[in-house]
Structure formats: structure tokens, C-alpha cells
């Protein structure tokens, strides 16, 4: 476990993978997503979906073929561990989106939400000419891929840079990415103003994890450590003392013995003055 302090970095929710040849054309993590306008299946809830409406908004893209099998077996997981969730523990701050790069029709569409009983919107004709601007499989790769944008339109995550098909959808980082994004409010009792911050990216971590603090005065006492999801201490990261201002803490996801962990999915916890804050990180090697 290696402990220091760092200056503040811009740090991207997923390591930026080089893409290979065959994936050169996809959109860099870190960059603007691209701009595009789709009809929405059906005008359910709104005619068509913009990329700029959702401005402020954490935007997960379902990069789905209509035909695909593997897409139609990942989608119920999607409702409900993805889409039903965030709408329910983050209520208006993330909004999924299926990106049909089948250019299916309507009733092919339609069948596809039967089949899988999805409620998020679907957007139609999201391939079309190969040197479309608004080409989904130019940026994101083909079917069964998963995309993370944040709040200001950065791409933060993309499967298709790592998984190849039918592999991309992975819950785990998915939730990881999008959990690092979510504004927190603080939600229980205690002395720590409103101003504290917790961050803990790279998510999913592939190597070092960089835990950031940031308190609006100095606090006597206060403890960061990961746990795993049985609710055991795996790390202590730090223990003591915590000066105003923002402090960095690195792990290299190894546990207190210098034991490199499991992949797997832990909750990096900090208590300071009464009051706990908590990330869900994906280890993955």
C-alpha cells in the first residue's frame, strides 16, 4: 500500500486504454461525446433525444443491435440493475439511453422492448451511413457496448475499448463509473460541513486507485479505509489528523498485509465528526 501526497490531478473515471488498429476510430475516454439528435421508439417520453438535454445529467448509452440475442439477454439487467436503480438512489441524475445501431424498424423495436420489457427510451437509426457524424458504431463500437458520459459530455467509460464482443457488458464497472459521478449530498447527522468531498477514481481501478479528500476545516480526527462488501476492512488508507484543503491518497489494491486483492467490488468509507461518506470501486486486473 503506497500513502502520499499529490497535487490535484484531472483524473479520468476509467485509464485511457490505447485502442488497437481495428478500434482507432472510437471516441478517446476524456474527450467530448459527440453531438447527436435520434428519434425516440414511439415519442415515449419525449419525439427525440439530444445529447444536450441531458446537459448536467449522467448519460449511460446501451450500444444495442434489435437482432442481437446477446443484447435482448443483457437488457433486463440493464432495467433493473442500471436504469430502475439510478432512478431510484439518484433520482434525476442519470439517464440511460438504448442506441440501436440495427436500424431496426419500429415493430422490430418494438418486439425488442416486448421481449426484454425495457423501459428506457430506445433511439432509433443510430448506425446509418458509415461516415455519418451521428454513426454510434464510429465512436462506440458495435452492439453489446456500454458508454458513460458525464455531466459536462466527457466520455468517462466505454466497454468497447476493453471487451470485445459479446463481453462488454460488465455491471460492476458500469455501476463503479457511474457511482464515481453522482453528487452526494450528505444525508447523515454529524459536525462535517456540507463542503466535504470524497472521490476515489480511477473506476473501475486497473492498478492504483486515487482516493481524494477535501475538508473545509482542519478535523481532529478522521479515518479512510476499503472494505469489502462482507463489510471487512481490507485497507486502511488513512487514520488521524485532517488538515483543511484536499489531500490525495493512493492504493494500490493491495490489503494491509501487502496482499494484491481480488477483483471484485469494495467501498472506499470515510469517517470524520460523526458523519460517513462512502464510493463503490471496481478492482479489476
Given at each position: 500500500m503506497s500513502i502520499r501526497r499529490l497535487p490535484l490531478l484531472a483524473i479520468l473515471c476509467c485509464i485511457s486504454v490505447v485502442p488497437t488498429t481495428a478500434l482507432g476510430a472510437l471516441q478517446p475516454l476524456g474527450t467530448p461525446a459527440p453531438a447527436f439528435t435520434k428519434n425516440v421508439l414511439n415519442s415515449n417520453p419525449w419525439p427525440t433525444a439530444s445529447l444536450s438535454q441531458f446537459?448536467?445529467?449522467i448519460v449511460v448509452l446501451h450500444i444495442l443491435g434489435w437482432f442481437c440475442d446477446v443484447c435482448k439477454a443483457e437488457a433486463p439487467s440493464v432495467e433493473v440493475n442500471v436504469w430502475q436503480y439510478y432512478k431510484n438512489a439518484w433520482p434525476g441524475q442519470v439517464q440511460v439511453l438504448g442506441a440501436d445501431v440495427g436500424d431496426g424498424t419500429i415493430s422490430q423495436l418494438n418486439d425488442f422492448k416486448a421481449m426484454t420489457g425495457?423501459?428506457?427510451p430506445l433511439m432509433r437509426d443510430c448506425q446509418g451511413a458509415?461516415?455519418?457524424p451521428e454513426n454510434f458504431i464510429r465512436f462506440y463500437g458495435e452492439r453489446?457496448?456500454?458508454v458513460v458520459i458525464n455531466q459536462q459530455g466527457i466520455v468517462r467509460y466505454n466497454s468497447a475499448l476493453v471487451w470485445p464482443y459479446p463481453q462488454g457488458y460488465k455491471l460492476n464497472e458500469i455501476r463503479g463509473c457511474v457511482d464515481s459521478l453522482v453528487n452526494h449530498s450528505l444525508g447523515v447527522e454529524g459536525d462535517?460541513?456540507?463542503?466535504?468531498?470524497?472521490?476515489a477514481l480511477p473506476n473501475p481501478a486497473r492498478g492504483m486507485l486515487t482516493v481524494t479528500l477535501a475538508s473545509p476545516r482542519d478535523l481532529e480526527a478522521s479515518r479512510v479505509a476499503v472494505h469489502d462488501l462482507a463489510g471487512r476492512r481490507v485497507a486502511t488508507l488513512w487514520d488521524g489528523p485532517l488538515r483543511a484543503g484536499r489531500r490525495e491518497l493512493l492504493w494500490d489494491a493491495r490489503d494491509d498485509a501487502g496482499t494484491s486483492v481480488a477483483p471484485g467490488v469494495y467501498m472506499v468509507l470515510a469517517d470524520a465528526a460523526g458523519a460517513r461518506f462512502t464510493r463503490r470501486v471496481v478492482v479489476v486486473h
Open positions: 446537459s448536467g445529467r425495457v423501459t428506457y458509415a461516415t455519418s453489446d457496448h456500454f462535517l460541513p456540507l463542503a466535504f468531498a470524497l472521490a
